[in-house]
């Protein structure tokens, strides 16, 4: 069974920067694609942030992050990383990493992924 656990969230004021890792066990990571999605507030739908296909020949980005966040992934750890440069208050969230076997046919898509993190919470001040 697949897991994920996230970590690095924290508090942060508005042109800071945070790095959010997610460590994935139970499988080889390597034949995993990899996202991250943010939810705010609780209940709400998770929001699309980034994605890395299991081959890194694939990365994409919402546009609202586009040039800010940078995502990477270490097979040698199994772990995904977030960096994300010049936050703002509207990233305010709780971020949840993914994971689907291969590439997901949805990546943008809460749908696409079949495993969860039980998320991190970033809050960026003004």
């Known amino acids: 069974q697949v897991q994920l656990v996230e970590s690095g969230g924290g508090m942060v004021q508005a042109g800071g920067s945070l790095r959010l890792s997610c460590e994935f066990s139970?499988?080889?990571?390597?034949?995993?694609?990899m996202g991250w999605f943010r939810q705010v507030p609780p209940g709400k739908e998770r929001e699309f942030v980034a994605y890395i296909s299991w081959s890194s020949g694939s990365i994409s980005y919402a546009d609202s992050v586009k040039g800010r966040f940078t995502l990477s992934r270490d097979n040698a750890k199994n772990t995904v990383y977030l960096q994300m440069n010049s936050l703002k208050p509207e990233d305010t969230a709780v971020y949840f990493c993914?994971?689907?076997?291969?590439?997901?046919?949805?990546?943008?898509?809460?749908?696409?992924?079949?495993?969860w993190g039980q998320g991190t919470q970033v809050t960026v001040s003004s």
């Open positions: 139970g499988r080889t990571f390597s034949s995993y694609s």
């Open positions: 993914a994971a689907d076997f291969r590439n997901s046919n949805n990546y943008r898509g809460v749908n696409g992924y079949d495993y």
